[in-house]
Nanobody, 124 residues
Framework: QVQLVESGGRSVQAGDSLTLSCTTS????????MGWFRQAPGKEREFVGY????????SYADSVKGRFTISRVPIQNLVSLQMDNLSPEDTAVYYC?????????????????WGQGTQVTVSS
C-alpha cells in the first residue's frame, strides 16, 4: 500500500520560513518524480514545484520561484519543501504527490499518489 504523509504545516508570520516534509512508503521512491501542490479555500489545486527522480533538477511555479526549494533524501524516501519569506498568499493546504510520468508534471492529473495534506497558515 502506497502512502505519502506530509508534516510540518503550522501557523507562521509573514516573512517566516517553514519546511514541510513528505515521507513515502510502499513505492520505489527513485522511480517517481515528487511534486508539491497547494490548495487555498475556494481555489483549485495549484502547482508549487517538483523534483526529478535523481534529485538533480527542479521546477517551480513563478509565484514561489526563488523562495521555495524542493529536495529529496532517497535513503529516507523523503521529499521536503523549504519555504522562505512566506506571505499570506501562501496560505493553503500543501500536498505532496508522486508521478511516474515524464511530461506535463505541472498538472495534478499526472500524479498517481497523493498525501492527505498539511495546513500552512501565514498571517500578516
Amino acid at each position: 500500500q502506497v502512502q505519502l504523509v506530509e508534516s510540518g504545516g503550522r501557523s507562521v508570520q509573514a516573512g517566516d520560513s517553514l519546511t514541510l516534509s513528505c515521507t513515502t512508503s510502499g513505492l520505489t521512491f527513485s522511480n517517481y518524480v515528487m511534486g508539491w501542490f497547494r490548495q487555498a479555500p475556494g481555489k483549485e489545486r495549484e502547482f508549487v514545484g517538483y523534483i526529478n527522480r535523481p534529485g538533480t533538477s527542479t521546477s517551480y511555479a513563478d509565484s514561489v520561484k526563488g523562495r521555495f526549494t524542493i529536495s529529496r533524501v532517497p535513503i529516507q524516501n523523503l521529499v521536503s519543501l523549504q519555504m522562505d519569506n512566506l506571505s499570506p498568499e501562501d496560505t493553503a493546504v500543501y500536498y505532496c504527490a508522486a508521478s511516474s510520468d515524464v511530461i506535463g508534471l505541472r498538472l495534478p492529473r499526472k500524479y498517481e499518489y497523493w498525501g492527505q495534506g498539511t495546513q500552512v497558515t501565514v498571517s500578516s
